[in-house]
């Protein structure tokens, strides 16, 4: 599920790097600004948890073995702004340190686990108010959905796969999904034996959050439906996804279109628009990190 | 001498409603060293915990070198009492060991370079100057012990409380460590169950007994009271 | 493990040591977005790149055949992409991804076994990547091979009593990871509380204090020029 570097074409890389990057940088600079310092700890401790709680195998039927992915578990565990904060730093970690993941797919890997993937997962345990089928559906969702996307974005990069493989990878991420929802579910019963309370009493933060985690969700169902016969159709709603209206303004780039147009030879205009990319990109979260940082910095 | 500790009818109760302390008082004259015995859950760890107001009593009263602790003073309580803990890992939690033991004196206010120049001196003083620019991970149990008491020690405390300071220590390290400590001329409160490194710095023992001083003497004696070998 | 061996190899003291963590980001980005955008084309490209990148390596005093070896990791992941697109019929398409992936894995192993992470976390904050979100890395990086022991003496101990049934033995992987999670939590309130006990109050104090110096500016200059140049210039 950790896409590589050199997978995603120039678009799509671009694309989720310009959602992902700006939505951790709010995220984060939120935190900083709300929440105590006193979590980052906890925040830090629970990462390294999750990375080795998947060290431990689940025997998955048929011989075959699983591992927590996590997303789901931390979100009901830390609330979701928090547990998209660690994941980040999961994915960071194992891109740098393990070479699992690309460094510029992280963008794409962070939207997936990350984002879409606390969110879908939240949703499901909030409605139905951390009940054990709200559990189970938090992994699940948040599996599928992240698992749905990176196929999306991989196929909209144009790797080609016959239609035959695509039936199989669906009917795995089912298998998978199920799993996870089964661990995140048992799991979670084990930490409330042990711990009791340790799980959020599930709360919306805002409307904005709702909006976010139903679009992901949407997001995780149909996606590939979309993208089979809408290449550009996902991107549109990638770009929508992860971001609420207060960052849409500031992502509208004069690089709309990521292949310069003043730069019509594709040899030239794939490595110019990349690099153009991440400098807007880093303008973006600058620009955020700067904007937030000057009404809050009683929190710093 | 000058009184370093304290504390007067001191009491408290988890959130469950067990009573941790239930009325303990106790004193301790600068550069003197006493040993906390008693059994697991009799209330050492948490009076410990008190002394530098990581826990709030719900009655009675502290005095740390005649300061008397409340929310006014406890920022200068905290440099004055130095908690070693257990487990040097959860004490070690920066990058490298000389960001660790300047974290205090930074976190106190002070510049990078004057912080650098006091840890460097309480690394000298644990004779673990070689491994400044260490990970934590790449120190044997006995240096990490080394390194946090370092850590300590730059803020310049009047008091050291050790909490089971010998649990991950073999034999030559235990040694090593009393004989560090023996050194350190700051008074010292030793948590322990080891009554060879007991012996080997104190000859004044507390024991606790369901949340109170049950008796306080001669190491020796109120080991051989309590049957406490 | 992988990462132990990444750190070791990036306590060097070499030229390529010594830069500034932020001049080495931008570099590796400016070569992992070069590398990104090769077509099956550009395979002359790729091949300056690796030269380059092992030159680089060897300057380093890297052992070089195990960092090529390190970067192999998503060779796996590659292979059934490439299998993939040689039954749909673009073999070389397939090829290109597992170039692609095998020299950007380089690059960055490239990256972090020339630079420790206590400094990349600081280059990345002089970059002002968000101060929370680089902390709680360094904290997951600190605790993450205690975390790692703790679990794999569970899995041990966990082996040595697995049952047959299925279901019993799921239901007791759940329960490790609910035991390492308590210890994990446990833990982390410990830390805290020797944190305040120190005088935390909130805020993590800054230590490290990185310069950019001329030779950085001109690491930067000279290398990403040369990867935009070669990019551009050769078809």
Redesign the interface.
């Known amino acids: 599920m950790h896409i590589p570097d050199g997978y995603l074409s120039t678009k799509v890389w671009i694309a989720t790097d310009l959602v992902a990057a700006p939505a951790v940088v709010l995220l984060a600079r939120r935190a900083q600004a709300k929440f105590d310092h006193h979590r980052i700890p906890l925040l830090g401790v629970m990462g390294a948890f999750v990375f080795a709680a998947q060290m431990i195998n689940f025997p998955a039927g048929n011989g075959t073995s699983s591992h927590l992915v996590g997303a789901a578990l931390l979100g009901c565990l830390l609330g979701p702004s928090a547990a998209v904060i660690v994941m980040t730093a999961i994915l960071a970690t194992q891109a740098l340190l393990f070479q699992d993941g690309g460094v510029l797919a992280l963008g794409a890997n962070i939207f997936n686990m990350a984002i879409a993937g606390v969110f879908a997962g939240y949703l499901p345990f909030a409605l139905l108010k951390g009940s054990r089928l709200g559990l189970f559906l938090a992994g699940f969702f948040s599996l599928l959905t992240a698992a749905v996307l990176a196929l999306s974005e991989l196929l909209i990069s144009g790797v080609a796969m016959p239609p035959a493989m695509l039936s199989i990878s669906f009917a795995w991420f089912l298998v998978s999904a199920a799993i996870e929802g089964a661990l995140t579910m048992s799991v979670a019963v084990a930490l409330e034996r042990i711990q009791p309370g340790c799980l959020r009493k599930p709360e919306f933060a805002g409307r904005a959050w709702v909006t976010t985690g139903a679009v992901a969700l949407l997001l995780g169902a149909f996606g590939w439906l979309v993208a089979s016969d809408h290449p550009d159709g996902l991107e549109a709603l990638a770009l929508r996804a992860g971001i609420s209206g207060r960052i849409t303004s500031l992502i509208a780039s004069p690089f709309g279109d990521y292949q310069a147009s003043f730069l019509a030879d594709p040899w030239l205009s794939r490595p110019v628009a990349g690099l153009a990319g991440m400098v807007v990109i880093y303008i973006a979260c600058l620009a955020i990190s700067r904007g937030i940082g000057a009404t809050s910095r009683e929190g710093v | 001498m000058s009184r370093i500790v304290e504390v007067r009818g001191l009491r408290y109760a988890w959130e469950d409603g067990t009573e941790a302390l239930r009325g303990v008082d106790f004193d301790l004259e600068a550069g003197q060293t006493v040993a906390l015995l008693g059994a697991n859950g009799s209330g050492k760890t948490t009076f410990a915990l008190h002394l530098n107001g990581l826990l709030k009593a719900s009655a009675g009263s502290i005095q740390i070198d005649t300061l008397v602790l409340n929310d006014k003073s406890l920022p200068v309580i905290r440099r004055k009492v130095g908690l070693v803990f257990q487990d040097s890992d959860n004490q070690l939690f920066m990058p490298t060991v000389l960001e660790d033991v300047a974290f205090a004196p930074l976190t106190a206010g002070l510049t990078s370079a004057q912080a650098t120049e006091k840890a460097m001196a309480a690394l000298r003083q644990v004779d673990m100057e070689a491994k400044a620019h260490k990970a934590p991970w790449h120190l044997s149990s006995g240096e990490k012990k080394r390194v946090a008491i370092a850590g300590i020690l730059a803020s310049d405390p009047s008091l050291l409380v050790l909490d089971e300071p010998t649990t991950f220590l073999d034999p030559p390290g235990q040694r090593s460590l009393a004989a560090l400590l023996a050194d350190l001329p700051q008074a010292k409160i030793l948590i322990t169950h080891d009554m060879t490194f007991a012996r080997a710095l104190t000859k004044e023992a507390v024991f606790f007994q369901e949340g109170k001083i049950a008796a306080r003497g001669p190491l020796d004696e109120v080991i051989t009271r309590f049957d406490w070998y | 493990m992988?990462?132990t061996r990444?750190?070791l190899w990036s306590r060097g003291t070499t030229f390529a040591h010594r830069r500034h963590p932020a001049a080495k980001i931008a570099v590796?980005?400016?070569f992992?977005?070069?590398?990104?955008?090769l077509?099956p084309s550009g395979w002359r490209i790729g091949v300056l790149y690796f030269v380059a990148l092992t030159s680089m390596a060897f300057a380093a005093r890297l052992p070089v055949p195990r960092l090529h070896l390190?970067?192999a990791?998503?060779l796996p992941?590659?292979g059934v992409?490439a299998l993939?697109?040689f039954?749909?019929?673009?073999p070389e398409?397939g090829l290109a991804?597992?170039?692609?992936?095998?020299?950007?894995?380089f690059t960055?192993?490239l990256?972090?076994a020339t630079t420790s992470?206590?400094d990349?976390?600081a280059g990345l904050e002089s970059?002002?990547?968000?101060?929370?979100?680089v902390?709680?890395?360094?904290?997951?990086?600190?605790?993450?091979?205690?975390?790692?022991e703790?679990?794999?003496a569970?899995?041990a101990a966990?082996a040595s009593r697995a049952g047959k049934l299925?279901a019993r033995?799921?239901?007791r992987?759940?329960?490790?990871?609910?035991?390492?999670?308590?210890r994990?939590?446990g833990?982390?309130?410990?830390?805290?509380?020797?944190?305040?006990?120190?005088?935390?109050?909130?805020?993590?104090?800054?230590?490290?204090?990185l310069r950019l110096t001329w030779p950085d500016a001109w690491f930067v200059a000279l290398l990403a020029t040369f990867a935009?140049v070669a990019?551009?210039a050769i078809?």
Do not use: N
């Open positions: 992988r990462h990444l750190e590796a980005l400016t992992l977005v070069c590398i990104a955008t077509q390190a970067a990791v998503v992941f590659a992409f993939i697109s039954l749909a019929g673009t398409k991804m597992m170039v692609r992936a095998w020299l950007s894995a960055t192993v990256l972090m992470q206590p990349l976390l970059l002002h990547a968000p101060r929370f979100l902390q709680v890395m360094q904290f997951l990086y600190r605790y993450l091979l205690v975390l790692l703790e679990a794999g569970m899995r966990a299925r033995e799921f239901r992987a759940a329960a490790a990871a609910g035991v390492l999670f308590a994990s939590w833990r982390a309130q410990a830390i805290h509380r020797a944190m305040t006990a120190r005088g935390f109050d909130g805020h993590i104090p800054r230590f490290r204090s935009i990019r551009l078809r």
